[in-house]
């Protein structure tokens, strides 16, 4: 289900990537952004505004715990299903985390890629990227019932 160049351009795209920066950006990004979706990291701390958020340490380390979920996926492109059922099961069950929220975190991870890789995120770049995430969320998706 995946060309070439895709397989080329996901791999190439994480192995540049700083998994600190990116992971903290992006989890940063979606907790400012979507406010709600701050419920269910209570065990965080006191997430009161853009900057608390950015300087809190257990943000940060969750960003990297994120990124390197998806380096898992981007190691097993063609089982991702298969890699992310106790991930999946965890979110959903353990967490209850509202499955619409995995594609807002996608958005955000996108922007933040996008803002890094300036001109090299091209529009063929881009499109495998979001292909990628997609089968990324609705594998997370896939416990829920
Ligand atoms: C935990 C990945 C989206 C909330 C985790 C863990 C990973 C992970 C690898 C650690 C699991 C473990 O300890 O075994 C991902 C990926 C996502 C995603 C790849 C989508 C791209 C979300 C979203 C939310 C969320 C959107 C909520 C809005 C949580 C929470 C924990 C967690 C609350 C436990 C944190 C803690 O207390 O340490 N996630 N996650 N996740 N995730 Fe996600």
């Given amino acids: 289900e995946w060309t070439d160049f895709e397989r080329e351009t996901i791999k190439s795209i994480f192995g540049k990537l700083d998994y600190d920066d990116v992971g ?3 989890l940063c990004r979606c907790l400012v952004v979507y406010p709600w979706t701050q419920r269910y990291f209570g065990n965080f701390g006191k997430l009161y505004n853009a900057d ?9 380390a969750h960003g990297k715990v ?16 298969g890699t992310y059922t106790e991930l999946s099961v ?3 069950e ?15 991870l996108t922007i933040v890629v996008a803002a890094r890789m300036g001109a090299d995120f091209t529009a063929e770049v881009q499109a495998a990227f979001q292909k990628f995430l997609a089968v990324v969320v609705s594998s997370l998706c896939r416990q829920y019932h």
Avoid: E, Q, T
């Fill in 94 to 108: 353990k967490l209850r985390v509202d499955p619409d929220n995995f594609r807002l975190l996608a958005d955000c």
């Fill in 24 to 26: 903290l950006a992006a």
């Fill in 66 to 81: 994120v990124l390197n979920g998806l380096d898992k996926a981007v190691k097993n492109l063609d089982n991702i299903k």
């Fill in 90 to 92: 965890l979110h959903s």
């Fill in 52 to 60: 608390a958020i950015n300087a809190n340490p257990m943000v940060a």
